[in-house]
C-alpha cells in the first residue's frame, strides 16, 4: 500500500480498531509478557494514526511513535496522549534519536514487513534485510526488537497484495541481530517451525532481544 493510499485511510478514518480490546492485548502480550517498566523508552515504528503508540502511553512509558504519511502523525497527534509523534521514515531514525536509545522497538504492521523480507521488493523499494540492522543501532543492549505482523505463514505472495511469509523467513531475518526469545500467534500459541506454525495460523509476534 502507498502512502497516498494511508493519507486517504487515516484522513476519513482508521482500522476498525476496538480500544478496549487493544488495550488489554498490549497489557497482556507485551507489557507484562515482556517486563516493560515505567519510564522505559518505546518507538512504535509505523505507528499509522498513533492508537496503540498512545495506549501504550497510558501505562507511563516514554512512547514515540514514527510514521511516514502526514494524515497519520496529525490523527495521531490529535489523540492527545503524552507519545511524540513524528513524521519521517523508519530509514531516517538518526536524524531524531541517538544510538541504543529504545528499551524497546514495537512494530505493529509496518508496511515494509508485509512484503518481500530478503530481496528488493518492487513496490516499496526496500530489502527489508538490509534495514533491520538499522534498527537495531537504536535498541540499547538487551532491549527488545518486537514485530507484530499479519501473516498465515503459507508462503503465499499475492503479487498485488500483502505478503503472508513463512516463520522460518521471520527467523531469518531476526537471528543475526541478536537472541529470538518470543515467536507466538496473536492469541499467544507459540509458533515453532514452518509447518506447525502453518497449522495454528493466527498472525505472528516474534521478538528478538539484542
Ligand atoms: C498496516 S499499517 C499499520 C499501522 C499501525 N502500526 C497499526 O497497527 O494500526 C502500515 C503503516 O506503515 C506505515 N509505513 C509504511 N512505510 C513506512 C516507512 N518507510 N516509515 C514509516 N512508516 C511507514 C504506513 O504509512 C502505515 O501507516
Not at 478496549?20 to 509478557?33: A, G, M, P, S, T
Not at 496522549?81 to 522497538?105: C, H, K, P, R, V
Not at 512494530?107 to 508485509?114: D, L, P
Amino acid at each position: 500500500m502507498t502512502d497516498d493510499y494511508y493519507n486517504r485511510k487515516y484522513a476519513e478514518g482508521d482500522f476498525d480498531y476496538n480500544p478496549e480490546y487493544e488495550l488489554v492485548w498490549l497489557q497482556k502480550h507485551l507489557i507484562d509478557r515482556f517486563g516493560l517498566q515505567p519510564g522505559n523508552r518505546v518507538l512504535d515504528l509505523g505507528c499509522g494514526k498513533g492508537l496503540h503508540a498512545s495506549l501504550l502511553a497510558g501505562f507511563d512509558l516514554q512512547v514515540f511513535g514514527v510514521e511516514k504519511t502526514v494524515e497519520g502523525v496529525k490523527g495521531a497527534k490529535e489523540r492527545g496522549s503524552t507519545a511524540e509523534f513524528i513524521q519521517a521514515s523508519a530509514g531516517d531514525l538518526a536524524t531524531y534519536f541517538d544510538e541504543e536509545y529504545f528499551d524497546m522497538i514495537y512494530c505493529r504492521g509496518m508496511s515494509w514487513f508485509h512484503r518481500e523480507l530478503h530481496e528488493v521488493c518492487e513496490v516499496t523499494g526496500v530489502n527489508v534485510s538490509e534495514k533491520v540492522p538499522g534498527f537495531f543501532r537504536f535498541i540499547k543492549p538487551g532491549g527488545l526488537f518486537v514485530l507484530q505482523i499479519s501473516t498465515d505463514f503459507s508462503g503465499r505472495c499475492p503479487e498485488n497484495d500483502v505478503h503472508n511469509n513463512r516463520l522460518s523467513e521471520f527467523v531469518r531475518l531476526f537471528d543475526p541481530h541478536g537472541e529470538i526469545v518470543h515467536k507466538s500467534n496473536w492469541s499467544g500459541v507459540e509458533v515453532t517451525d514452518d509447518e506447525q506454525a502453518t497449522a495454528v495460523k493466527g498472525n505472528l509476534v516474534i521478538t528478538t532481544k539484542k
